[in-house]
């Protein structure tokens, strides 16, 4: 069969690729909804090294997609099932005690190979994530919120057993997920966030307390923290964190820096703090990430950092789309109609 | 129901390959043209059943690959002889859908072009929701040449104001029983004439909705169509 593969030539420009897709083996899904990740918006905008841009273009973008089952040879799902695509592609057997996202020889679509922008994907069943009572506009963003679900999962496998209270630094669209995800798992715990943009904490309305980065009371304190700043705020951030830590504090390393961020080893080795680089998930985070979606509530507050613009149905509007995430303040989501 | 019509009818005698008809070339990875066709209207779930309409010497043939290449799916396609021309194989279509189903008003049908194997999924399923609306479709894109036209070959006697002007691809589609209609009032001089079911539309005054189609939506009409066509196909890419 001959698929249309829209891909990123250059910053900016797309073309098409038409391939003969080999199915054996494989589900083909039709994608249905897409979102934009930082990522994508690096690549669109061209803000990569210029070497890097040279060995990964030209390549088809957008790694947060679900989508609906065409045909299944492999007889695992039936025409019409909903699935949430997962864009890593481990390799075949047993990874031992390794995470599927960090172990050696795993593929990321939409990161040196093509994304999901496409007419239709051939993907192995164990790449796809059904799910039923979730609409496609929000589970589009279901990668998205297994990135927090992995994050949230590993800090609770290496910290401490205290998880009385937890510091989010970021406002965006990664430390409101990351609010949400650990309001599932710790309900009881007090979830404080560190954020610049007044009007974007006030959408945090089921954490305890939201706070000006630079106006945080000098004796706050909190056990586990989780950086979700990224490219400039990093460094001020990890200064604030290792300030408002507790003792033998995790910390969950989120945000993508393009640049060195200086860190405060003295104060880091004086109160014997861990800090964890933390990207990408596995199938099991997205399991747990339908599983939430499932919830009403959760469902909820994930509808309202999700941006719908109109659907993408021409070359022009994809470009339309990638403009379009420059001016909303958290996710740009849209139907796929390529 | 919704039934697909893949018209294969052709012999391929622009192509100079004397021996096969263009349809059935290897594509891409080896596939011949008709089945890469074939494979986006199986995709679409709302399409009942197809129809190919395959020239006579090329039936058996024609069965014989998709028993090859889509097995799991033969019992949504069903093989029969396409008449002299465009309309004749159209017609017998008709005819077989109407034996094997019935006359209903509810009848549509998706006709397309087996050397049209870049349709989208976009484009089927386009035609399917304005078909259902409208009765009448075809997919066309603007024209990007300006239109000259000459009534005798030798000089212009017009060139029409290009915005005006669009490139007809397929699929064409239609409510079966106004197809049906249409063809039964023709006369023998227009089915001469007219081998665009559109056309005919259009003359008895029935209106055709536009469906916007895809530059890349290329027929296979010449060796050079399917040369382009062959280099612009990667093989074997998937995850």
Redesign the interface.
Same mark, same amino acid.
């Given at each position: 069969?001959?698929n249309? *593969?829209y891909q990123l030539i250059e910053p900016r420009a797309f073309s098409?690729?038409? #391939? !003969?897709? !080999? *199915?054996a083996g494989?589900v083909?899904v039709?994608p249905r909804c897409m979102a934009i990740c930082h990522a994508d918006q690096r690549y669109y905008q061209g803000r990569r090294d210029p070497a890097v841009l040279k060995r990964k273009l030209p390549m088809a973008l957008i790694h947060e997609c679900c989508g609906e089952v065409? &045909?299944d040879?492999t007889g695992t799902f039936k025409?019409?099932d909903r699935v949430a695509l997962i864009p890593n *592609?481990p390799p075949k057997g047993d990874l031992g005690e390794f995470y599927e996202n960090y172990v050696k020889g795993a593929r990321f679509?939409s990161s040196g190979?093509?994304g999901f922008m496409r #007419?239709? *994907? &051939?993907? #192995?069943p164990r790449?796809l994530v059904p799910f039923s009572k979730v609409p496609f506009e929000v589970a589009a963003i279901t990668e998205f919120i297994s990135v927090a679900v992995h994050a949230v999962t590993r800090m609770t496998k290496v910290a401490h057993s205290t998880r009385d209270s937890f510091g989010v630094w970021g406002d965006g669209s990664l430390g409101y997920v990351v609010c949400a995800v650990l309001r599932e798992f710790f309900p009881k715990a007090r979830i404080c966030v560190f954020g610049h943009h007044p009007e974007k904490m006030a959408l945090f309305s089921f954490v305890d307390e939201a706070y000006d980065s630079d106006q945080i009371p000098a004796d706050l304190r909190v056990d586990h923290a989780f950086e979700c700043t990224g490219g400039n705020g990093c460094a001020s951030a990890l200064d604030t964190i290792v300030t408002h830590c507790n003792p033998q504090a995790t910390v969950m390393l989120m945000g993508v820096s393009e640049t060195p961020v200086p860190i405060r080893t003295r104060d880091v080795m004086e109160k014997g703090m861990t800090l964890i680089g933390c990207s990408r998930s596995g199938r099991e985070d997205f399991q747990q990430a339908i599983a939430f979606l499932e919830h009403r509530v959760f469902q909820q507050r994930i509808r309202r950092i999700i941006h719908v613009d109109a659907p993408v149905?021409s070359i022009g509007d994809i470009i339309r789309v990638f403009a379009t995430d420059t001016r909303t303040p958290f996710k740009t989501v849209f139907k796929w #109609?390529? | 129901m919704i039934f697909g019509a893949i018209l294969a009818g052709g012999t391929g005698t622009r192509m100079n390959i004397v021996d096969m008809p263009k349809q059935y070339l290897p594509l891409g990875g080896g596939k011949p043209v008709i089945i890469h066709t074939l494979e986006k209207f199986l995709l679409c779930s709302r399409i009942d059943m197809i129809y190919i309409g395959a020239h006579p010497d090329w039936v058996s043939y024609t069965q014989a690959q998709l028993e090859r290449y889509v097995p799991s799916q033969i019992e949504r396609i069903k093989v029969i002889e396409g008449g002299v021309d465009r309309t004749g194989t159209i017609i017998n279509i008709i005819e077989a859908i109407e034996a094997d189903h019935g006359s209903s008003p509810d009848h549509y049908i998706i006709t397309h072009d087996a050397v049209r194997p870049f349709v989208s999924l976009r484009i089927i399923q386009d035609n399917i929701d304005a078909v259902l609306e409208y009765k009448a479709c075809d997919t066309v894109i603007p024209a990007t040449d300006t239109i000259v036209v000459s009534t005798d070959g030798q000089v212009i006697s017009d060139i029409p104001q290009r915005r005006f002007m669009y490139q007809g691809q397929t699929p064409q589609s239609f409510q079966l029983d106004l197809l049906k209609g249409l063809y039964a009032s023709m006369s023998q001089e227009e089915r001469a004439i007219l081998t665009d079911a559109c056309k005919i539309c259009h003359i008895r005054d029935i209106p055709v909705h536009l469906v916007t189609g895809d530059v890349v939506n290329l027929k296979l009409t010449t060796l050079g169509d399917y040369k382009v066509s062959q280099a612009m196909i990667e093989s074997g890419a998937s995850d």
């Open positions: 069969m001959i249309l *593969v098409i690729k038409f #391939e !003969d897709i !080999d *199915v494989k083909l039709r065409l &045909a040879p025409p019409g *592609v679509l190979h093509d #007419e239709i *994907v &051939a993907i #192995e790449q149905r #109609e390529m | -």
